[in-house]
């Protein structure tokens, strides 16, 4: 598959995920459940895509692409956990949004050389997906109720924003860098 056709994917499962999220809160259903298989496929691709962007072969681009498969990794875990009831959705989702915040580190590394526009929104997408990671002591933890976790794993909540907007945001701008031309 192309570059392209990866990015456009990418994307497009992102944002669906997003969507079946928000249709969830606002009507219940089966979407918390598309939800949560979405974040784990969402993973998948953002490790499909770190290996079609990787950089010719040095030990930092090596690095990068175990995070991002490292963070895929998680990803699915955080999907096992909720929908076989291992856990609640709080717990599932700091596994989740620590996965996606690897991923983030990932996007920050591959962001830095970029051109300027896919470089910023690269890094403010990275940036704010990294804020997963803040949730790793609550998986220690074992925190599986929102109500009663502390203040600070808000802002692996705040995360999401990076995941779910930020980031297919940026993977729709790179398939649309990456469109064939058009000659005549």
């Known amino acids: 598959m192309s570059t392209r056709a990866v990015a456009m994917a990418h994307g497009i499962v992102g944002f669906t995920t997003c969507?079946?999220?928000?249709?969830f809160f606002a009507a219940?259903?089966?979407?918390?459940?598309?939800?949560?298989?979405?974040?784990?496929?969402?993973?998948?691709?953002?490790?499909?895509?770190a290996w079609?962007?990787?950089?010719?072969?040095?030990?930092?681009?090596?690095?990068?692409?175990?995070?991002?498969?490292?963070?895929?990794?998680?990803?699915?875990?955080?999907?096992?956990?909720?929908?076989?009831?291992?856990?609640?959705?709080?717990?599932?989702?700091?596994?989740?949004?620590?996965?996606?915040?690897?991923?983030?580190i990932w996007l920050v590394g591959i962001s830095r050389p970029a051109a300027a526009r896919m470089r910023r929104a690269g890094l403010?997408?990275?940036?704010?997906?990294?804020?997963?990671?803040?949730?790793v002591p609550g998986i220690f933890r074992g925190l599986d109720i929102l109500e009663?976790?502390?203040?600070w794993t808000y802002l692996a909540d705040l995360s999401w924003a990076g995941t779910y907007l930020l980031f297919p945001a940026w993977s729709l701008g790179l398939a649309w860098q990456h469109r064939p031309e058009r000659v005549g």
């Open 148 to 151: 009663i976790a502390p203040a």
């Open 19 to 23: 969507v079946c999220l928000i249709v």
């Open 52 to 104: 079609l962007l990787r950089p010719a072969a040095s030990w930092l681009s090596g690095v990068l692409v175990s995070l991002a498969g490292l963070g895929a990794a998680l990803t699915i875990v955080g999907t096992v956990l909720v929908v076989s009831n291992i856990t609640g959705y709080y717990l599932a989702g700091l596994w989740s949004s620590s996965g996606f915040g690897l991923i983030g």
């Open 124 to 135: 403010i997408a990275g940036a704010v997906m990294v804020l997963g990671l803040v949730g």
């Open 28 to 49: 219940g259903g089966p979407f918390g459940t598309i939800n949560d298989f979405g974040n784990a496929l969402f993973g998948v691709v953002s490790f499909a895509l």
